[in-house]
C-alpha cells in the first residue's frame, strides 16, 4: 500500500516513517508538512493511505479530508482526544493518540490492509489469511490456519500455533486479537482466551480441550461458543 504521511511537526513525520518502514506491506510515497503541499500528490492517485495530524495550521486534517475528490483510507495520528468524532464522521480507519506504541500503528495499519484488499478483491481473489505481530524485534508472519489459541496476559498476548513449540509473545490487547483474527473461525471463550475452533477436540464440565492445552469456558461467552459449535455441525 502506498501511503503519505501529513504533519506539520518534524518529529512526528519521522517517526511515523519509522514505524511505517518496518511494515512490509506499506510503502511511503511521500511526507508532507501541510496538507496543501500533498495536494499535487494526491492527484496522481498513487495514494492508498493517509497518516493524518489534526491541529495544523490553515488547513486542518479534517477539512483536508472534506476537500478530497475521491474517498481514501485515513488514519488521524494526533494530540487532540477531542477530535476523535470528526474523525468517526469521516469514516477514517483509525484515531491514534500521540504518541503511539508500535502495536497500536500496527493494529491500526493492519486494518487499513484488510479494507483495502477488500475494496480491490476481484471475485475468485483469496482473502488475506496472515498477519503481521511485532514480536522479539522482528515483525513476525502469523498464519490464521496455525493459530492453536490466544492466551491474554495483562498488556501482552500469547499465540499459540501448531508449527511451533513456543508461543509468539507480542504486545496487543484480547480486544485487538479478536479485531484482527476471522470471525465465525474464532471465539473468544474467556477473558483471557480466544481460541480456534477447528482445533476443539471436546469440552466436559466448563472446560475445552484444545490441541495439548485446556482452557476454561467462562459463563459469559458459553452461549456464543455453543452456538457456533452447533453451526458447523449444520
Known amino acids: 500500500m502506498n ?42 492517485g498513487q495514494v492508498d493511505l493517509i497518516f493524518l495530524d489534526i491541529q495544523m495550521p490553515g488547513v486542518n486534517g479534517v477539512q483536508f479530508l472534506q476537500s478530497l475528490s475521491r474517498p481514501v483510507l485515513s488514519i488521524f495520528i494526533t494530540a487532540y482526544e477531542k477530535f476523535a468524532l470528526e474523525g468517526y464522521n469521516l469514516d477514517v480507519v483509525d484515531y491514534l493518540l500521540k504518541p503511539v ?39 513476525v508472519k502469523v498464519n490464521f490456519s496455525e493459530v492453536v489459541m490466544v492466551e491474554g496476559l495483562k498488556d501482552y498476548v500469547k499465540i499459540f500455533l501448531t508449527t511451533s513449540p513456543r508461543p509468539v509473545i507480542t504486545r496487543m490487547s484480547m480486544k485487538a486479537v479478536e479485531d484482527v ?20 477436540i471436546s469440552v466436559r464440565k466448563g472446560k475445552i480441550r484444545i490441541g495439548v492445552h485446556e ?15 452447533r453451526a458447523g455441525q449444520e
Open 3 to 44: 501511503c503519505l504521511i501529513i504533519d506539520d511537526e518534524p518529529l512526528a513525520r519521522d517517526l511515523i516513517e519509522d514505524n511505517v518502514r518496518q511494515v512490509p506491506f506499506l510503502k511511503l510515497v511521500a511526507k508532507c508538512a501541510h496538507p496543501m503541499e500533498a495536494m499535487d500528490i494526491f492527484a496522481t
Open 101 to 139: 506504541p508500535f502495536d497500536r500503528f500496527l493494529k491500526a495499519v493492519n486494518k487499513a490492509h484488510e479494507l483495502y484488499n477488500l475494496r480491490h478483491q476481484r471475485i475468485g481473489d483469496p482473502i488475506p489469511d496472515f498477519v503481521f505481530v511485532h514480536a522479539d524485534y522482528n515483525l
Open 181 to 200: 483474527l476471522p470471525s465465525g473461525k474464532f471465539v473468544r471463550v474467556h477473558k483471557s482466551f480466544v481460541i480456534a475452533l477447528d482445533k476443539v
Open 215 to 229: 482452557v476454561p469456558l467462562g459463563d459469559s461467552y458459553a452461549d456464543k461458543f455453543y452456538q457456533l459449535i
